[in-house]
């Protein structure tokens, strides 16, 4: 299974004042830097999603796509650039603001979905990630063969990550670490 990560930086970042997520400095480098550290290791190929910062952005040396239209329509307008851009069959989304997921993420939601579709002689299902704090629907492993019927979704004005994934054929995959997904949405003070 070859698989592509796309870290979702393609926000309004409104929670933290409009600043752009994925280049505020946690720990001395930007929260999307500790992402793609973290993620790289485990998958074929990373794109950045974004729709502001670009030039910051392909700093990192990696492609950077942004949404289809101008509207920042969310994580699933990520999601989609990502299968549009990407050149593997599945693609696994991480968000820009979370710097300790965890270093098994993929691998644990591959194997998942795996079994899944072994058991249930299923195609195109997604493998979501889920802690004791609930579902975490931007940590998500899914096949680029839904690419258009995301189009479709997205055409229809939907905007709701799980509302998307519940009509599709998924696993949840049930994670120790509750501080593995820690969002980062407010600004980090120089303490952290």
Not at 62 to 82: H, K, S, T, Y
Not at 109 to 128: C, M, N, R, S, Y
Not at 145 to 165: I, M, P
């Amino acid at each position: 299974m070859q698989i592509t990560a796309v870290i979702l930086a393609g926000g309004r970042g409104l929670r933290m004042g409009g600043v752009d997520k994925g280049l505020v400095d946690y720990q001395g480098k930007p929260l999307v830097a500790h992402v793609l550290e973290r993620i790289q290791p485990q998958v074929n190929h990373v794109i950045i999603n974004a729709n502001r910062h670009l030039d910051e952005y392909q700093r990192f040396g990696i492609p950077v796509v942004a949404d289809a239209n101008e509207q920042f329509d969310g994580p699933l307008a990520g999601m989609q650039a990502g299968m549009h851009h990407a050149s593997t069959e599945w693609i696994v989304s991480v968000p820009c603001d979370s710097p300790l997921l965890p270093l098994d993420l993929v691998s644990r939601l591959k194997t998942a979905l795996e079994q899944t579709q072994h058991l249930h002689k299923q195609d195109h299902g997604l493998a979501i990630a889920r802690s004791q704090s609930g579902t975490h629907p931007v940590f998500c492993l899914m096949p680029r063969a839904l690419r258009e019927d995301l189009d479709h979704f997205l055409e229809q004005g939907q905007r709701k990550v799980s509302a998307w994934q519940a009509q599709h054929p998924h696993v949840f995959v049930s994670f120790e670490d509750e501080q593995a997904f820690t969002n980062i949405n407010e600004r980090p003070s120089s303490s952290l």
